[in-house]
Antibody, heavy 117, light 108 residues
């Protein structure tokens, strides 16, 4: 059974940093692109970033470029999202997802990031 | 690419059929269009990818169609548990993954 478990969310002040983690199990982690998707309270879904199987390619939505960094450790079956220079607009539930034929086939339960003073 | 979903809200009765629309601002190469269902307090669930292929475990009451810029999610024989927000998403092409704004389906 595919499982994705996010952690690392919490309350942070504007300008601060946070590192999200996603532990994967139930599939060959090193064979799949991984993604982060977020959802602001009461709003729709927004894709944030993705990373290729071997970590050699990474892509970001424009609003986080230069502030967020996605990475992965295939030995630990984990993907990470380092978030720096956070703003109130980054407040959201952050989901870790696994690609399935390009779409987001599997989702974690999400972790809430609140940016507030 | 911008995806526009309509209607914003749809209210129907059990047993009826629902038609949800997703229009892209430009043609989607390879029909790389997915549909997701999200219930309150839950993560989204993939229903359809490649515009018309049901994901694993999705009942055949859910079907996707369309190509180019116009796509449709059809749900037949509505059940109360189909109440949710439905999102379309385009994928492919330099990791571009835009979502539509969602359609809220209410079953009363």
């Amino acid at each position: 059974e595919v499982q994705l478990v996010e952690s690392g969310g919490g309350l942070v002040q504007p300008g601060g940093s946070l590192r999200l983690s996603c532990a994967a199990s139930g599939f060959t982690f090193s064979s799949y692109w991984m993604n982060w998707v977020r959802q602001a309270p009461g709003k729709g879904l927004e894709w944030v970033a993705d990373i290729k199987e071997d970590g050699s390619e990474k892509y970001y939505v424009d609003s986080v470029k230069g502030r967020f960094t996605i990475s992965r450790d295939n030995a630990k079956n984990s993907v990470y999202l380092q978030m720096d220079r956070l703003t109130v607009e980054d407040t959201a539930v952050y989901y870790c997802t696994r690609g399935t034929s390009g779409a987001q086939g599997y989702w974690g339960q999400g972790t809430l990031v609140t940016v507030s003073s | 690419i911008v995806l526009t979903q309509s209607p914003g809200t749809l209210s129907l009765s059990p047993g009826e059929g629902a038609t949800l629309s997703c229009r892209a601002s430009q043609s989607l190469a390879g029909n790389y269009l997915a549909w997701y269902q999200q219930k309150p307090g839950q993560a989204p669930r993939l229903l359809i990818n490649g515009a018309s292929s049901r994901a694993t475990g999705i009942p055949d009451r859910f079907s996707g169609s369309g190509s180019g810029t116009d796509f449709t999610l059809t749900i037949s024989r509505l059940e109360p548990e189909d109440s949710a927000v439905y999102y379309c998403q385009q994928y492919g092409g330099s990791s571009s993954f835009a979502f539509g704004q969602g359609t809220k389906l209410e079953i009363k």
